[in-house]
């Protein structure tokens, strides 16, 4: 393949044949491994705090979640036909110099994302040598540093964060290995638990009803948490190419996301709401943090057992959700510096430096500024991706033209740029609404901000058509 050297890598190159091994099985194994984790668990958390009933919030979750994979089937084509990375695909829309710009702001979230569900993993060892005696758990409770971490937290935090390294600094295939391996440990685990949960707790697992007195109080909560839904996997619906490139056929990558994120979504939020119910019954409060809760079992064996599922849980998200991605991104930076162990190493550091423990401390921060805040932003990224190479280019690119830096994507294409400004635009007020805890905006704002994701999604694709139509031809610019 011809093109600048400035532009391409071993691991920014598109696969070749021999690469696209991936099948069903790995696909879907691949959406389990990441889809099973303490954040999926929790993630009726918010909602039944605000008011919903248990089916409420699991039908909330499911419709999020087939809302997420029509975007992440239709990015997804591009990497299985051509074989290229995220970065890549955005060149056609952006320019080779542009793309950098939406592949900053996926890593960057990524970043925040590792650092998340690092803190998880770490928070899951630290609990296991509380419940070993090696850690005095209450003594150590006030003993935090001026980062907010008591030692103990830092160093399983630290731990944690190198056995991710470990899978960074061998690459995709111990990645392919790790989600394939994860997935059926992984649903036995999450069963488990629910058996638990009824044998136990009986039908009062299921006990949280609906707190809306009239369907104004119910619309008013359930499209900000249908918008943070849909966020939860805004990420992969982007950077989606960066694992269909492996696929073997267009059908596997397709299909095996089907099988694999919503009915793994909807089971697992399933589970974390009838454990917590059964809590109720069992320790008299509700425990929504799993760590927190195996941590009360009376066998160190099933502690043990546990945490061990909770710790591959979080690895196996972190690793394919959380990496990958930034990794790529930072290597579209400058390719003949940054390969794809450099740049997951980038990523590591960050997701250390961004703090992971007060955003995932702080429910609002977590819904309303984190998960609907970068909504806002990938939303109309994704409905860029999708006019350009499905409405547009009708699912035609010139590969080689995308790693000439020379060619007719070269620069930066400006249109694209002033069609996502156009998008996020609306939905800044009610985010700095959301981010300052004030009505620096009149309150329409926030009712807009709801619907973050969705209206960039459609505001990127309507201006990106409106500033392209004519203009971009099948192959080029």
């Not at 391996?181 to 949280?208: D, E, H, K, M, R």
């Not at 959700?321 to 990794?327: D, E, I, Q, T």
Request: proline share 5%; glycine share 10%; net charge positive.
């Amino acid at each position: 393949m011809s093109g600048s050297t400035n532009l391409n890598n071993p691991d920014l190159a598109p696969t070749s044949a021999a690469q696209r091994t991936w099948s069903t099985w790995h696909i879907a194994a691949l959406w389990i491994g990441m889809a099973v984790c303490v954040p999926t668990y929790t993630v009726a958390a918010g909602m039944i705090e605000a008011g919903m009933a248990w089916w409420q919030a699991v039908l909330t979750v499911a419709l999020g979640n087939c809302i997420v994979l029509v975007p992440m089937m239709l990015n997804g084509h591009a990497g299985t036909r051509y074989g290229i990375p995220f970065p890549v695909l955005m060149r056609a829309s952006f320019g080779t110099t542009g793309a950098n710009i939406p592949a900053l702001a996926r890593a960057l979230v990524a970043c925040g994302w590792f650092g998340i569900q690092t803190w998880i993993g770490g928070a899951a060892i630290h609990q296991l040598l509380g419940a070993i005696g090696v850690i005095d758990l209450a003594a150590e409770a006030g003993r935090a540093t001026a980062i907010g971490l008591t030692p103990w937290q830092a160093l399983c935090f630290m731990v944690f964060w190198l056995v991710n390294v470990h899978f960074v600094w061998h690459g995709m295939h111990s990645i392919r290995w790790l989600e394939a391996a994860a997935a059926p440990f992984l649903i036995v685990a999450g069963l488990v638990l629910l058996g638990w949960a009824f044998y136990n707790a009986g039908p009062g697992t299921l006990s949280a009803g609906s707190k809306f007195a009239t369907n104004a109080e119910f619309w008013a909560v359930f499209v900000p948490q249908l918008t943070a839904m849909v966020g939860f996997w805004a990420t992969l619906s982007l950077n989606i190419p960066d694992f269909t490139r492996f696929a073997a056929s267009q059908r596997s990558q397709a299909v095996g996301q089907a099988l694999g994120l919503v009915p793994t979504m909807t089971l697992f939020c399933f589970i974390g709401i009838a454990v917590t119910g059964a809590t109720v019954h069992i320790f008299g409060r509700a425990i929504w943090d799993p760590v927190e809760l195996v941590s009360k079992f009376g066998s160190t064996t099933v502690i043990l057992l546990s945490l061990l599922s909770l710790s591959v849980a979080t690895l196996s998200t972190n690793i394919a959700a959380n990496v990958v991605s930034p990794a790529n991104d930072f290597s579209n930076l400058a390719p003949r510096l940054i390969s794809f162990r450099t740049g997951g190493l980038i990523t590591a550091v960050l997701g250390v430096l961004m703090a992971p423990w007060y955003l995932y401390g702080n429910l609002s921060a977590y819904i309303f500024t984190w998960l609907i805040g970068y909504s806002a932003l990938l939303g109309p990224i994704a409905g860029i991706m999708i006019c350009d190479y499905h409405l547009l280019r009708r699912r035609q690119l010139n590969v080689a033209d995308l790693y000439d830096a020379n060619g007719p994507f070269r620069g930066v294409n400006w249109r694209t740029v002033l069609a996502l400004l156009l998008a996020v635009a609306p939905s800044v007020p009610g985010f700095l609404n959301a981010a300052t805890h004030q009505e620096l905006f009149a309150e329409g704002w926030n009712q807009l901000y709801d619907y973050a994701w969705f209206v960039g999604f459609f505001l990127g694709v309507l201006f990106y058509w409106l500033l392209r139509a004519g203009r971009a031809l099948p192959a080029g610019r």
